[in-house]
């Protein structure tokens, strides 16, 4: 079993920059990606960014691009979304999910084993 838990949501201004966490602890040695994904307010969740765990091969959306950067820190079991030039349409509830029990397509939330209950981000105008 793996779990996981993210942290460093907030209140910021639209322009403004977060750094998110996800801490993982457990079976952690067979994670092969942790993903970050997200739910607006009356949206449905969607896709943000991913990293491979072994080799640290990172994908994220064309809306991310350029804006967000994931990244991985093998030695503290954590990973990072750094999300910089926010704007209101990134006011969400992000996720962090892992795939432990095998692999999976990235981009597709039914592949991942484990989700973390979110951390709170509000882009305010």
């Known amino acids: 079993q793996v779990q996981v838990v993210e942290s460093g949501g907030g209140l910021v201004q639209a322009g403004g920059s977060l750094r998110l966490s996800c801490a993982a602890s457990g079976r952690t040695s067979t994670t092969y990606a942790v993903g970050w994904f997200r739910q607006a307010p009356g949206k449905e969740r969607e896709y943000v960014a991913a990293?491979?765990?072994?080799?640290?091969?990172?994908f994220c959306t064309d809306s991310a691009k350029g804006r967000f950067t994931i990244s991985r820190d093998t030695a503290k079991s954590t990973v990072y979304l750094e999300m910089n030039s926010l704007k209101p349409d990134d006011t969400a509830l992000y996720y962090c999910a892992v795939i432990y029990r095998g692999r999976g397509i990235v981009n597709f939330a039914r592949h991942y084993d484990t989700w973390g209950q979110g951390t709170r981000v509000t882009v305010s105008s």
């Open positions: 990293v491979l765990w072994k080799d640290g091969t990172t």
